[in-house]
């Protein structure tokens, strides 16, 4: 949003105003990426797998517990950003899937930018990235749907118009 100057919107920034945007998005980076490698690190002690039925833990179970499976330590991370300050409409968890093993895994996306395009992946196993990295960058693997505590979405795939076979 452009701030206002005496009732006029000023669509320039002020060189002062460009740094303060500039740091406070690299020391949120910095807080987003050290909490994904505390809790990779606490998931390599704490998984625990959730046998025949697949249980969703609440965060008070897994601390409880100790432990539990991808959905229940994502938890760790999603709620740790969401206390720290991070809004609703920039942190979702999300059920991802590969490709090539549909193999489905839970991990929490981080839209950093107002275009909500490419969010960054924060998973809490490492099982697609070790790494705080954007989707993109991780082909293999799809969210088939996004969530909070008071919205659920399920994500399509456009069909590209030439992959679409005619007569």
Known sequence: MDPVQNGEVVSEQSP??????????????????????????????????????DHWATLGEVVKQGGDDCDGLDL?????????????SEIYRAIVVERSSHQHHMVTLWFDTESRENPYVLDPTGVVTKQMVRLADVPDWSPIELFDETAHYRVEVAVEPAAVSGN
């Open 16 to 53: 002062l105003a460009e740094e303060y945007g500039e740091f406070s998005l690299r020391l949120r980076r910095e807080v987003v990426a050290e909490a994904v490698r505390w809790v990779q690190t606490q998931s390599h002690r704490f998984y625990r797998p959730d046998g025949e039925s």
């Open 76 to 88: 760790l991370t999603f709620v740790l950003l969401r206390r720290l300050g991070f809004e609703e």
